[in-house]
């Protein structure tokens, strides 16, 4: 079955650290997101990618590095430079076709959680 | 700047109850607005609604999008334990990216 790979469901943090989160895609979409959920603030994008060797910073992307080498995959580093790391982060994709698009799937996220 | 607005944040209903959740848009170039419902981890997708005045439903589930007015309307007609989840809204425009509203939680107790 095809889907969204989010690996680990759960990361721990110590101050100063540099993470990398994984996200894996076998739907052959072009499109891949990362999204910060916190409470009370909704889905808020952090950089996304419509090709491979290319990508966008969203709204929040200070503290944050990714890349796009596969189309497969766009793992998402969270660098000491983020001063409030803790959160539920979620990658999606989207086929990225235009008069194709359905909206995005999601993968089960990351909680990262600093220590 | 584009936002996406949803109410009410929290609601706490009956199993049988009948709810409806309200969200509106301030989307430049806006092509369409999404419903997804997320229980633990991952949302999944609900409808999404490009025309104005047509409702699409899925058993219980039904939505309708007014362009005039910016919004749109997710209703769940008898509600069950197992609608409880948060319902997130969000508003699409040319460069297929979304735009999310911060979600209405919804606890239907027995």
């Known amino acids: 079955d095809g889907g969204i790979t989010q690996s680990p469901k759960y990361l721990f943090r110590k101050e100063g650290q540099n993470v990398t989160l994984s996200c894996e895609q076998n739907l052959n979409h072009d499109a891949m997101y990362w999204y910060r959920q916190d409470p009370g603030q909704g889905l808020r994008l952090i950089y996304y990618?419509?090709?491979?060797?290319?990508?966008q910073k969203g709204d929040i992307a200070e503290g944050y590095s990714v890349s796009r080498e596969k189309k497969e995959s766009f793992p998402l580093t969270v660098t000491s430079a983020q001063k409030n790391p803790t959160a539920f982060y979620l990658c999606?994709?989207?086929?990225?076709?235009?008069?194709?698009?359905?909206?995005?799937?999601f993968g089960s996220g990351t909680r990262l959680t600093v220590v | 700047e584009d936002k996406v607005v949803q109410s009410p944040l929290s609601l706490v209903v009956h199993e049988g109850d009948t709810v409806t959740l309200n969200c509106s848009y301030e989307v430049t170039n806006f092509r369409s607005l999404l419903w997804y419902k997320q229980e633990k981890k991952a949302p999944t997708f609900l409808f999404m609604l490009?025309?104005?005045?047509i409702e699409k439903k899925s058993g219980r589930l039904s939505s309708i999008l007014d362009k005039k007015e910016l919004s749109s309307i997710l209703n769940i007609t008898a509600t069950q334990t197992g609608d409880s989840a948060i319902y997130l809204c969000?508003?699409?425009?040319?460069?297929?990216?979304?735009?999310f509203g911060t979600g209405t939680r919804l606890q239907v107790f027995p």
């Open positions: 969000a508003g699409s425009y040319n460069t297929d990216k979304l735009i």
């Open positions: 490009t025309s104005s005045g």
């Open positions: 990618s419509q090709i491979v060797n290319d990508f």
């Open positions: 999606a994709s989207s086929i990225g076709r235009q008069g194709y698009w359905n909206g995005y799937t």
